[in-house]
């Protein structure tokens, strides 16, 4: 990529409530247009004039809102609200001239699932583990994203899902851990060739660590991803672990922290594109946690 990449996270308004409607109430993008515009131009603003601008966005987190099952855990495809809430998605960015990165799955889709006053979170790992659960989430998510957004030229790329190493046996955490890495890398492997066939965008994956970053080689993957929260700056050690330097394709820092550390992000900045990386995405405009504060973004 010629131009290096600079932008932030706006990761949900409400954490899997953003693109269609639960059990509980609509809280969808579509019923906050105004200050999705808003935030969107202040994060434009902010990002300055260093690059191409990008804002990563989550869609179906852990599954809570859309898209919508059949009582077998199939993916049946969308209610109403979805494709108003993306629309007004890709509208806001071309007002705002930013372009969006969508991250399809959150990690928490693969977590064990739960049932909160008659919604379920999460617990949807076999529509990454199981064959033909997979075939219902590319013909019925996937295609119709596709088809509807594939030539979108407010999208960026599309991000597949968001640190897919928590939820990978292969790594041994004691959370919950409920998907093999070949299963994990099929679905990336074939998420990845229905968007190369039916849409003009870049497919990533959010690897949670640059070390991780060799386990989604050779799946076809456009743009390589990984995140970074260290508190020293040795975005070197990450290159070296990542082997920026001998990827087949560009590799973006598409999670570092504004808060937490005593480094500015324009460090980050200066740091990466010394490092090789195609660009840095900040943690985050809207999450509200101990690794942001994009009061502190001034590029």
Known sequence: MKEFIIGANYPWRHYGQDFGTSGWCYRGLASAKKELYREFSEIESVLGTGGKKVIRVFVFADGRSSPEFDSAGNVMGFDDFFFRDFDTLVHTA???????????????????????????????SEVVAEPARRESFLKNALAPLLGRYGRCPEIFAWDLINEPEWVVRRFERPNGSSVDLESMRAFVR????????????????????????????????????????????????????????????????????????????????????????????????RANDSASDFSRVRI
């Open 94 to 124: 071309e007002q705002s001239r930013v372009q969006v990165m969508p991250v399809l799955l959150d990690f928490h889709w693969c977590r064990q699932g739960s049932v909160l006053e008659g919604v379920q979170l999460g617990g949807h």
């Open 190 to 285: 074939e998420c990845t060739e229905m968007i190369h066939q039916e849409a003009g965008q870049p497919v990533t994956v959010g690897s949670a660590r640059p070390q991780w970053l060799r386990y989604w080689r050779n799946l076809g993957l456009d743009l390589y991803q990984c995140h970074w929260y260290l508190g020293r700056l040795r975005l070197r050690l990450a290159a070296l672990r990542a082997g920026i330097r001998t990827l087949d394709r560009p590799c973006l820092v598409g999670e570092a922290p504004t808060a937490g550390t005593g480094i500015q992000p324009a460090q980050y900045v200066r740091k990466a594109k010394r490092e090789g990386y195609s660009g840095i995405l900040f943690w985050s405009f």
